[in-house]
Structure formats: structure tokens, C-alpha cells
Nanobody, 115 residues
Framework: QVQLVESGGGLVQPGGSLRLSCVASGIAFTVYKLSWYRQAPGKQRDLVASISDGGATVYADSVKGRFAISRDAANKRVYLQMNNLKPEDTAVYYC?????????WGQGTQVTVSS
């Protein structure tokens, strides 16, 4: 059974930092592209960042220079380091693992940026 479990969300003030973590089980972790998406209330789910099996990264323009995605094959984890957070980063953040037509999602973790 495939499971992706996110953690690390919470309430943070503008300018603060959070580190999201997603642990995977039930998949051959090293061959999957891993991504973080986010969905704000009333909006569509959008890509935040992704990292390929080879380590190539892609970022949404809105988070470039502030967020960093990384993966730890030994522990089957993918991380999203989020710095200089802004109120517009408030959303539910989802972990995604994908290869060919297979795609799996975590349950999401809430990130709220507010003073």
C-alpha cells in the first residue's frame, strides 16, 4: 500500500520559515519524481516545486529564491524548506510522487502565514 505522509505545517509570521517533510512507503522511492503542490481556499492546486529522480529541480516563479526542495533516498523523504514566508503562501501543501501514469498524493498539511 502506497502512503505519503506530510508533516511540518503550522502557523508562522510573515518573514518566518518552515520545513515540510513527506515520508513515502510502498513505492520504489528513487525512481519517482517528487513534488510539492499547494491549494489555497477557492483556488486550484498548483505546483510549488519538484525534484526528479536525478535531482533536477523546478520551482514556481512565486517561490524562487525562497523555497528549496530536496530528497533523502535513504529515509524515503522529500523536504520543502520555506523561507521568507508571505501571507500569500498560506495554503494546504501536498506531497506528490509520480512516474509515467502513476501518481500518488499525501493528505496535505496546512501552512498559515499571518501576524
Amino acid at each position: 500500500q502506497v502512503q505519503l505522509v506530510e508533516s511540518g505545517g503550522g502557523l508562522v509570521q510573515p518573514g518566518g520559515s518552515l520545513r515540510l517533510s513527506c515520508v513515502a512507503s510502498g513505492i520504489a522511492f528513487t525512481v519517482y519524481k517528487l513534488s510539492w503542490y499547494r491549494q489555497a481556499p477557492g483556488k486550484q492546486r498548483d505546483l510549488v516545486a519538484s525534484i526528479s529522480d536525478g535531482g533536477a529541480t523546478v520551482y514556481a516563479d512565486s517561490v524562487k529564491g525562497r523555497f528549496a526542495i530536496s530528497r533523502d533516498a535513504a529515509n524515503k523523504r522529500v523536504y520543502l524548506q520555506m523561507n521568507n514566508l508571505k501571507p500569500e503562501d498560506t495554503a494546504v501543501y501536498y506531497c506528490n510522487a509520480a512516474i509515467f501514469i502513476q501518481t500518488y498524493w499525501g493528505q496535505g498539511t496546512q501552512v498559515t502565514v499571518s501576524s
